[in-house]
């Protein structure tokens, strides 16, 4: 089964966890509108041209339920770990089906 957005993103956080090589660690919370969704990750957004205000886009994406299951909001959670960005990067987007939020990198 593919994977879909979540329903929406409640919180998400980004932090330099690394210098050398730079990387960031990225944690985001959410909801789903039914029990048994799984697998969630940040799938990035390919970008033509690097976004003006140095925020890229991520989607908060899961496997759906393959059966029947509780209608009822359910809490979901991924942290990844992102190397390497290009210059005048300054945080994330993260989108879901009802919302968007961002986190901007300390000091940005």
Not at 62 to 81: L, N, Q, Y
Request: hydrophobic residues 35%; aromatic residues 6%.
């Amino acid at each position: 089964m593919s994977k879909e957005l979540i329903y929406e993103v409640e919180r998400v956080t980004i932090a330099c966890i690394k210098k050398d090589p730079l990387q960031y660690r990225i944690d985001a919370q959410g909801k789903t509108r039914s029990a048994g969704w799984s697998a969630p990750q940040l799938s990035t957004v390919v970008h033509i041209e690097d976004p003006p205000d140095g925020l890229y886009d991520l989607n908060f994406i899961a496997e759906p339920p393959s059966k029947v299951s509780a209608e009822v909001f359910t809490p979901i959670g991924v942290h990844e770990v992102l190397g390497k960005m290009p210059n005048g990067f300054r945080g994330i987007r993260v989108h879901a089906t009802s919302n968007t939020e961002e986190a901007i990198l300390e000091g940005s």
